[in-house]
């Protein structure tokens, strides 16, 4: 079967377009890049028009690089920046206000007074605490990080959109919501996995939750309608394209990212390495809330091929009464998730604010200057610790330092922070999950750093493995596609992954021991000078 999927890849930066022909190889690609404004301290916005344009500027040129034609597509998938939320006109599609991105840190008071308040009625005898209300039911934590306080804060801000929200003539969505709406022509929905970051979505039953919709204030009217990450999200308008071209998969970016590792079985885990670090794990088809700080969250869910109930024979079932078929079931697989703030960013501070180095790929040259960091260590808390510490009140600081301290200890420390954070988060995710990790697959602009990729095994003791392709998010969409519209099978999906480089443990445990200790005598110095 001969065709091609388009992978639309909307990140914070910029927006791309990739081509993966019939054997899910990437043969073109198109990117151009996205502004983020930020107005007041703590507001992250984009222009979700230019977040459109962009987007479907890549898609034409893509396909034109390609020498094809929107005939030869057989379907699009769409990968996207999570949590990330435009609200708009559900007459005209026009935007209402400015995109709310992720890293938005507006509504950080709106969060603490709404858990103050839970906290105050739990001691006058309520059983109304919001933050285990949360946790229960979306497997998330209260905070602005996720879509539901950034929807409140536009509708509290702008009384007349709080007016027509409840008359029904606004819609929200994440970005994945957005690009389907403007990419059909009015398709209001949602995919799952974006969904599961919004903080209104029960991932138990499979649907908005109406408890945490009341207590954010938020209509459940405005929201789209949820769908499978392989659901039938509309056809694009006609005259878009020359051809109307199926929408068949769609997953937040991490999970794209699971996905496209190949990460389909229970303990199987990925760690991207970018401006921060997204570590997830496939914990399988039932959820289960961290003990350790962590969030669970749906890694994607597919619909099965219908079957006959209870393997019966035809006359059996015409006997019984029973319908021939039974539905297709949705089966759902679920992650927990780890978060680390600093990762390439940590570099990105010794380029641009230390000029340590003219380029981010010159600081593993320099940190091989030296056998070892010795007492240094950086603790990268430029925006607090994430997980599994969610210590926003730690600064960032670098201990250890004597007379002969160079830039090339800093810039090891630099590199060896990044892989202790993957530590403590992969740590709690195996006190989380009863499957052991026995790899870590790795993927992010930072993953092509051999010597971090190589202390990286070291601290965790197990292979860590790099893939030719490291282009893992929009080919983890476009993967669900293929295999939804059956350009792929299985087996094109194994045979898509290679490998690059296994980077195996050789530390001892001794050594180990020690780097550890040092990381942690690091981390409680900051937890108790505070």
């Not at 030719?468 to 596609?481: C, F, S």
Request: proline residues 4%.
């Amino acid at each position: 079967m001969a065709g091609y999927i388009l992978a639309l890849d909307q990140g914070t930066t910029s927006s791309r377009a990739i081509l993966y022909d019939d054997r899910a190889r990437p043969i073109k690609m198109a990117q151009q890049p996205t502004t983020l404004q930020t107005p007041k301290a703590g507001f992250v916005e984009q222009d979700a028009q230019q977040i459109w344009q962009t987007q479907i500027s890549c898609a034409h040129d893509v396909i034109n690089q390609a020498g094809l034609l929107a005939t030869d597509v057989t379907s699009i998938a769409i990968t996207n920046q999570r949590e990330s939320i435009v609200m708009w006109d559900k007459q005209t599609g026009k935007p209402l206000a400015p995109a709310i991105i992720w890293q938005d840190r507006r509504t950080a008071n709106y969060c603490k007074t709404l858990a103050a308040e839970s906290a105050s009625s739990m001691m006058n005898g309520s059983h109304d605490d919001v933050t285990s209300e949360v946790q229960r039911i979306t497997g998330l934590r209260l905070d602005p990080y996720f879509s539901a306080s950034k929807i409140a804060w536009l509708l509290e801000h702008n009384p007349k959109l709080s007016v027509r929200a409840s008359r029904g003539e606004i819609a929200v969505g994440t970005i994945d919501s957005w690009l389907i709406y403007k990419l059909t022509g009015g398709e209001h929905v949602i995919d799952v996995t974006n969904a599961s970051r919004t903080l209104l979505y029960d991932i138990h039953k499979l649907e908005w939750s109406e408890e945490l919709c009341a207590r954010f204030a938020i209509p459940m009217n405005i929201l789209p309608k949820v769908l499978p990450s392989d659901g039938d999200f509309g056809k694009t308008k006609k005259g878009l394209f020359a051809k109307q071209i199926p929408i068949q998969a769609v997953l937040g970016d991490q999970q794209a990212a699971l996905f496209g590792q190949g990460c389909l079985d229970a303990g199987m885990a990925k760690n991207t390495y970018g401006t921060g670090c997204f570590m997830l794990m496939n914990i399988g088809q039932k959820p289960k809330l961290s003990e350790h700080k962590l969030l669970t969250t749906i890694a994607w869910q597919r619909k099965s091929t219908p079957t006959r109930p209870d393997n019966l024979s035809f006359d059996q079932i015409v006997q019984s009464g029973k319908r021939m078929l039974q539905p297709p079931r949705k089966e759902v697989t679920y992650a927990l998730e780890g978060s680390v703030f600093m990762a390439g960013a940590i570099v990105q501070w010794l380029r641009d604010n230390l000029g340590m180095i003219q380029h981010s790929s010159e600081v593993e040259d320099l940190a091989r200057q030296v056998d070892s960091s010795e007492e240094v260590v950086l603790l990268p808390a430029f925006t607090g610790l994430g997980a599994p510490y969610w210590r926003s009140d730690i600064s960032a600081s670098i201990t250890g330092m004597s007379r002969g301290t160079t830039k090339a200890h800093i810039a090891r420390a630099a590199l060896e922070a990044v892989a202790y954070q993957t530590y403590d988060v992969l740590i709690a995710m195996q006190k989380d999950s009863p499957h052991p990790l026995t790899e870590l697959r790795v993927d992010g602009g930072a993953a092509n750093n051999d010597l971090l990729m190589q202390f990286q095994a070291d601290l965790l003791d197990v292979p860590v493995l790099r893939p030719r392709d490291t282009e893992i998010t929009a080919k983890g969409a476009a993967l669900l596609a293929g295999l939804k519209t059956g350009l792929y099978d299985e087996g094109t999906m194994q045979a898509s992954w290679q490998v690059d480089r296994i980077f195996e443990p050789q530390m001892s445990s001794d050594i180990r021991e020690q780097h550890l200790d040092k990381w942690q005598r690091a981390i409680d110095r900051a937890l108790t000078s505070l």
